[in-house]
């Protein structure tokens, strides 16, 4: 089993920045590869980004391509989701997810996923 728990979420501007971190704990041995994803309000969970257990291979929805990056420290069992230039439409709650998976390869659908978090919520006014 594995735990995430997010935190770095909160209230900022249109145009602003926020570091989103996953930390995982439980049987943090294992290869994982890892995803955020997230929900609005009234809206069906969406894929945000993912990202190999290497690191080296991530992958990012159309909406968020170019603001936001995935990144990783395995020596931390922490994934971060680095959010710039802050939209109104990026408010949701915010999701970790994680897979069983080793070396380059990223996961993109929900479904692929055995673990969660908790979720946190991150609100851009306008």
């Known amino acids: 089993q594995v735990q995430l728990v997010e935190s770095g979420g909160g209230l900022v501007q249109a145009g602003g920045s926020l570091r989103l971190s996953c930390a995982a704990s439980?049987?943090?041995?294992?290869?994982?590869?890892m995803g955020w994803f997230r929900q609005a309000p009234g809206k069906e969970r969406e894929f945000v980004a993912a990202i190999s257990w290497s690191g080296y291979a991530t992958y990012y929805a159309d909406s968020v391509k170019g603001r936001f990056t995935i990144s990783r420290d395995n020596a931390k069992n922490t994934v971060y989701l680095q959010m710039n230039s802050l939209k109104p439409e990026d408010t949701a709650v915010y999701y970790c997810a994680a897979a069983p998976r080793g070396g380059t390869s990223y996961i993109l659908r929900s479904r692929e996923y055995d673990y969660w978090g908790q979720g946190t919520q991150v609100t851009v006014s306008s």
């Open positions: 439980g049987r943090t041995s294992s290869s994982y590869a």
